[in-house]
């Protein structure tokens, strides 16, 4: 079965971006969104407005949920007018918020007796990766539906990649956010310290972000950092959500992440001081006051 009318449910920072581009791709969207007014901008591009995510089910062949929270993902999907009380037999679900594997492999269980293929298929790349169509996709699930949606993912992302059965995309995300969360210190810390030594904050991004230091984090976030810009690409509440899940996996395969651990406890501190609806790189905010005097 070809693929024409799509739902979306979730229309954020990320979302909001991603659907357009499906939209612009040529695709009839229906959408949902527990506040409408952010779904403005794809109503004004032609999506149709659903009143709950059964009703985005019912009308597409294919839907995509990016939400906040597991809990927000159990009940779109799960809920009594959920995503899954709506969905044809023979369609596809792709999952794409940052959630709890388990949660994706009970998903991906309860739609198969549906006859419904899930796909779990979280991104990385902020609003700057969902606004150029350039995210990481990290995909679990159903292999045949992966090929099946292939050309809808490219609209919305470069690299994609199909990593195994339900759960593993989650899985691969987890290792994403651990990686960011580490590294993500090292980014405020230099920041500050060139701040403090009197060196130039955007000088000093262009040359070590060309060297053996580069990464992601530093060439995207420091220049905000460095402008004063600490607007959300990706909140500081969900990291924290994301860091969550990665710690619990981590206890129930009894591994040890002392440095997720201290990033962890560092993102509650600046959840506690205000900063849950900033960027992740306004952690920078929080080693600024710890150094005040």
């Known amino acids: 079965m070809d693929i024409k009318n799509i739902g979306w449910i979730g229309t954020g920072v990320m979302g909001r971006s991603m659907c357009l581009h499906l939209i612009q791709g040529g695709y009839r969207a229906f959408v949902y969104n527990r506040t409408r007014s952010k779904a403005k ?18 009308k597409s062949d294919c839907v995509f949920t990016i939400v906040g929270y597991p809990a927000d993902v159990q009940e ?69 539906a992966f090929d099946r949606v292939m050309p809808l993912l490219r609209l919305m992302g470069e690299n994609i990649a199909y990593m195994g059965p339900a759960g593993a995309g989650q899985h691969t995300k987890m290792c994403n956010q651990i990686h ?4 993500m ?28 230091a580069a990464s992601w984090s530093l060439n995207n976030y420091g220049p905000r950092i460095a402008k004063g810009n600490f607007d959300p690409g990706f909140f500081v509440k969900h990291f924290v959500k994301d860091m969550d899940i990665a710690l619990k996996e981590a206890r129930r395969m009894k591994l040890s992440l002392p440095g997720l651990a201290l990033a962890h406890q560092f993102y509650v501190s600046a ?17 600024e006051r710890m150094n005040q005097r």
């Open 41 to 58: 901008d794809l109503l004004d591009a032609g999506a149709l407005w659903c009143d709950n995510p059964m009703e985005v089910a019912r």
């Open 76 to 144: 779109v999907v799960l809920g009594e007018r959920g995503v899954l009380a709506g969905i044809e037999s023979g369609s596809i679900l792709v999952e794409m918020t940052t959630s709890e594997p388990t949660l994706a492999k009970r998903i991906h269980e309860e739609a198969r007796g549906r006859s419904v293929s899930v796909l779990d298929a979280p991104v990385s790349g902020g609003d700057v990766g969902a606004r150029s169509g350039k995210l990481a996709i990290m995909v679990g699930g159903d292999r045949e």
């Open 180 to 183: 960011i969360a580490t590294t």
């Open 185 to 212: 210190i090292g980014v405020v810390e230099c920041l500050l310290y060139a701040w403090k030594a009197g060196v130039d904050l955007e000088e000093m991004i262009a040359i070590v972000g060309s060297g053996a």
């Open 271 to 287: 959840m506690a001081i205000g900063l849950e609806n900033m960027g992740t790189h306004s952690l920078y905010k929080l080693f």
